[in-house]
């Protein structure tokens, strides 16, 4: 496929968790690329989340961190966000992408709905 793919969103009360998972376009994640995962809210521009390098290094947005973290598997070509302690303002629809994102391959994002 020419998007990545992104599945394992829901609905989950304040404090519970979501695991997400990304398929890259073609199955396959360029060894360049440095990943990311994006999320965009109702009437909010999409923001970057977290980042992960080729040696797995991370970094996340202030508003993520310590709740969230980014993990990739090389071997099975797939990008992953664990999220705990989630609050009604993680809602939002999330995306997959390389950083700069390839603009031509998002996807249509997975929908976290952090609600009690």
């Not at 797995?56 to 990008?79: C, L, P, Q, W």
């Not at 705990?84 to 390389?98: F, G, W």
Request: hydrophobic share 30%; glycine share 14%; charged share 20%.
């Amino acid at each position: 496929q020419v998007q990545f793919v992104e599945s394992g969103g829901g609905l989950v009360q304040p404090g519970g968790s979501l695991g997400l998972s990304c398929e890259p376009p073609g199955g396959v994640i360029l060894a360049m690329d440095i990943m990311g995962w994006y999320r965009q809210g109702p009437g909010n521009e999409r923001e970057l989340v977290a980042t992960i390098n080729r040696d797995g290094h991370t970094n996340y947005a202030d508003s993520v961190k310590g709740r969230f973290t980014m993990s990739i598997e090389r071997y099975k070509e797939r990008v992953y966000l664990q999220m705990n302690n989630l609050k009604p303002e993680d809602t939002a629809l999330y995306y997959c992408n390389s950083y700069g994102p390839r603009e031509n391959s998002w996807g249509f994002g997975t929908r976290v709905t952090v609600f009690p």
